[in-house]
């Protein structure tokens, strides 16, 4: 039996040209973290180790996890006047690797423009991290009886109800603003037209990947914000359907399975080690 290629996007960008997308604009974001402070809130994840006005934070390159769906990192460069940061979370590509590369269908595209994750489907294959080419999906390890995926959704919740996510609420300075996706390559063109000295003349997410629905405006090369310059435009489901379609669904089931019940196993074994010291 082959594995099917799932469907990676119930409507891409062609399909909905007026759907819902976010742009951050580099230049004008201070690190505050309020954007932070706010998904944490939102979304109830744990207290962070360190408050979210610590700056020491930025002393490293941080990735998204499954307590933090968003972080935001500084860069630094000797020609540069001042450092530069960027908020870091989940893309929402048009036609999203992880909902292809998911054989159970846990995550999916919406017409709305987030991309989101269903825990009750979610079996713990970590397929979906593999694929992602933004390295984003993030896996939930404190619980190895049912493993989940944990990434940003756009707060779906608030999107679908056509109300800005609560990273872009929090922003005092409009950095990450909500808006239809037309409107916000249309601000960005006006950015970058007015004020050429200051941007790169180019819309990071308008075409990557075959297009995302989190954009990005910079000064200095998106590269050295850490954002891939290798993706080109090729959705990526398309690049690896017909190797889907090829591969025996057990080679790859029956893999997560087993890691599964590994994790599950090593567990029980502490927690028996842990009740044998006590007593």
Same mark, same amino acid.
């Given at each position: 039996?082959?594995?099917? /290629?799932?469907?990676?996007?119930? &409507? ?14 580099? %230049? ?11 998904? @944490?809130?939102? @979304? ?19 990735? $998204? $996890?499954?307590?933090?769906? $968003? ?5 630094? @460069? ?15 590509? =048009? ?34 991290? $593999? =694929? ?14 049912? /493993?989940?995926?944990?990434?940003? %959704? ?20 409009? &950095? %990450?603003?909500?808006?239809?996706? @037309? ?44 954002? /891939?310059?290798?993706?080109?435009? %090729? /959705? ?26 590994? =994790? ?16």
């Amino acid at each position: 039996v082959a594995a099917r /290629p799932a469907q990676a996007s119930a &409507a891409t960008i062609i399909d909905r040209p007026d759907g819902y997308a976010m742009l951050t604009d580099t %230049t004008r974001c201070v690190g505050c973290r309020r954007c932070e402070a706010a998904c @944490n809130r939102v @979304n109830k994840l744990p207290a962070p180790k360190s408050s979210f006005e610590d700056p020491s934070v930025f002393e490293e390159t941080r990735r $998204t $996890t499954a307590e933090a769906y $968003t972080v935001v990192n500084r860069y630094e @460069n000797l020609q540069w006047e001042k450092p530069v940061f960027r908020k870091v979370q989940c893309m929402h590509c =048009a036609e999203p690797a992880c909902a292809s590369a998911c054989l159970v269908g846990a995550l999916k595209k919406t017409e709305e423009g987030s991309v989101v994750w269903d825990e009750k489907l979610c079996m713990g294959c970590r397929y979906c991290m $593999t =694929a992602c080419p933004f390295y984003v999906p993030a896996f939930e390890y404190f619980d190895a009886g049912s /493993p989940a995926i944990r990434k940003c %959704t756009m707060c779906y919740q608030r999107t679908a109800k056509g109300i800005a996510p609560a990273c872009a609420e929090a922003c005092p300075v409009e &950095a %990450t603003v909500f808006g239809k996706r @037309n409107d916000l390559l249309r601000i960005a063109r006006e950015r970058i037209a007015g004020q050429p000295g200051k941007y790169v003349d180019h819309i990071y997410g308008e075409s990557e990947a075959g297009g995302t629905d989190w954009l990005y405006l910079a000064g200095v090369s998106f590269e050295q914000l850490g954002l /891939p310059g290798n993706v080109g435009t %090729t /959705p990526f489901p398309e690049l690896t359907k017909d190797f889907l379609s090829m591969v025996p669904l057990v080679l790859i089931v029956w893999p997560a399975l087993l890691g599964g019940f590994y =994790a599950w196993t090593k567990t029980r074994q502490q927690a028996i080690r842990r009740e044998n010291t006590e007593h």
